[in-house]
T-cell receptor
């Protein structure tokens, strides 16, 4: 069964460093999302992406964050200058299309900022 | 904005039924989901229901929706130790809208 994949599974970085989290959505899906989950807290929406542009973003998704679909398969989340509070599990999700609203999630990348 | 609430903990004995409850505030929420998260793992879609349905059954899982009260529940029949996990309720409006999650209910199954 097709699934969303994410790499790396765990990333450790120093505060102020840039990180890029990678996702490969399900191949025929058109809508892509990033969510994050700080340890013990709710899963929070960051950004949605469709047709090579951001559809919607939350207050969390400030200028330090960016997303890109550099080729036909990858979907990336970049954090330009990481802060301690960026430590969280980051989930990528994808959705097939206009008439299918179910979002399928990847296994997540655990980001630890030291 | 939308708010989704769940009780944080539920403990049941193996073989009993578990009922996990969820309430939401936005009456235009059309799609309602249950996700399961095992320790250290991602979010596994368990089941979902559309707002024009009252009930959906899928093997051991039964989802009940009371749209008037904006109340969603997930019943797991014959709960097994492998069902121990955090269960998230999530809702969304039609179209390309983000999911809004509850805080999750940690289900502990006692053998």
């Amino acid at each position: 069964e097709p699934e969303v994949t994410q790499t790396p599974s765990h990333q450790v970085t120093q505060m102020g460093q840039e990180v890029i989290l990678r996702c490969v959505p399900i191949s025929n899906h058109l809508y892509f999302y990033w969510y994050r989950q700080i340890l013990g807290q709710k899963v929070e929406f960051l950004v949605s992406f469709y047709n090579n542009e951001i559809s919607e973003k939350s207050e969390i998704f400030d200028d330090q964050f960016s997303v890109e679909r550099p080729d036909g398969s990858n979907f990336t989340l970049k954090i330009r200058s990481t802060k301690l509070e960026d430590s969280a599990m980051y989930f990528c999700a994808s959705r097939e299309g206009q008439y299918t609203d179910t979002q399928y999630f990847g296994p997540g990348t655990r980001l630890t900022v030291l | 904005g939308e708010d989704v609430e769940q009780s944080l903990f539920l403990s049941v004995r193996e073989g009993d039924s578990s009922v996990i409850n969820c309430t939401y505030t936005d009456s235009s929420s059309t799609y309602l989901y249950w996700y399961k998260q095992e320790p250290g793992a991602g979010l596994q879609l368990l089941t979902y229901i559309f707002s024009n349905m009252d009930m959906k059954q899928d093997q051991r899982l039964t989802v009940l929706l009371n749209k008037k009260d904006k109340h969603l529940s997930l019943r797991i029949a014959d709960t097994q130790t492998g069902d121990s996990a955090i269960y998230f309720c999530a809702v969304s409006r039609p179209g390309n809208t983000p999911l809004v999650f509850g805080k999750g209910t940690r289900l502990s199954v006692i053998a």
